[in-house]
């Protein structure tokens, strides 16, 4: 897949302008998809295939199309990386890479785009490479940021 810029902000706002280019409306929000049935586009070779996927969602008949995005922000940085410092089981590489991530603070890292058709959601999602290291961080800190350790060595009694 041709490289992506580390900021998506340009292509957000073109997919708007594409969007309501199209006589669509743009609904804000994210679809989850492991709450609901989803198919994923699969982009091909094309940056712009999310051109195809409006043109799709229009001839379907849908009348909007959900949309989200996700911008790096300071005070959410800076509060996993203190969970990351705090945290017993991390690596000072893990510490360092999220200080790291500050290059991209106020970039669009995330878009998703959306439709229902027929009772499953139609999505669209485009990512940075560093929007995805920071998913891989947040993972870390939650998965051992948040390991609460009983050392009363009494167990649950009934």
Partial sequence: MPQLPDDLATMKDDMVAFIEGHGMRRFPGYVDHEEVQTVMWKPADDTESWKDF????????SPFLTMDSWQLDKTELDEMITRLTNAEFTSDEDVEDAKWLKTYLGKTGFLQLGFAFQGVMMLYEVSTGWYEHYQRLVEVA???GSIAIDESGTEDEP
């Fill in 142 to 144: 939650d998965d051992f």
């Fill in 54 to 61: 409006v043109e799709l969602a229009k001839a379907a008949g």
